[in-house]
Every structure is written in structure tokens, then in C-alpha cells.
């Protein structure tokens, strides 16, 4: 049996939305395409602050721009257009 790479070159994970399904776009973690989270801006809102970290460090890593707040009263005051 001849696997997907060997007979295109080409992974069959690999690839991009379906105007350019051969072109390589990075991946999150969990196979969703990098350019879909890209840029934006979340606002964590956790009191377990060693969580709050293992959240933003991954939400960065995907590219996204990461505030926290370590309960809802500052969140509150931390949230986009107050």
C-alpha cells in the first residue's frame, strides 16, 4: 500500500482552506488553522492564577494577544470598550 505523501508529496493533513488545499498554513494545537485566530485579543478571566498562566501561554502560542485578570471585578475593568 502506498501512503498519501508518497504518491502526491503531499500529507493529507496538510494543506490550507479550500481555496488553496495544497498550500501549507500553520496549525493550532488541535488542527485548526493558525490564520483563523491570528491577531485576536482575548481577555482571560481566571481566580486560579497558575491556570490563568497555562491558558494565556497557549492562546499566545496560537497567536493570539492575551490579557488576564485573576477574578471577574478586575476582569470587568480589563474588558475591551468600557
Not at 493550532?28 to 486560579?48: A, K
Not at 492562546?59 to 468600557?82: C, H, I, K, N, T
Request: proline share 5%.
Amino acid at each position: 500500500m502506498v501512503a498519501d505523501n508518497e504518491r502526491t508529496g503531499h500529507d493529507r493533513d496538510e494543506g490550507g482552506p479550500a481555496d488553496r488545499p495544497h498550500e501549507k498554513v500553520p496549525r493550532t494545537v488541535d488542527g485548526g488553522y493558525l490564520g483563523q485566530v491570528s491577531g485576536m485579543r482575548v481577555l482571560v478571566i481566571e481566580d486560579h492564577e497558575d491556570l490563568a498562566g497555562v491558558l494565556a501561554r497557549g492562546l499566545r502560542r496560537d497567536g493570539m494577544a492575551v490579557d488576564v485578570a485573576l477574578d471577574g471585578g478586575e476582569g470587568w475593568f480589563r474588558r475591551p470598550g468600557r
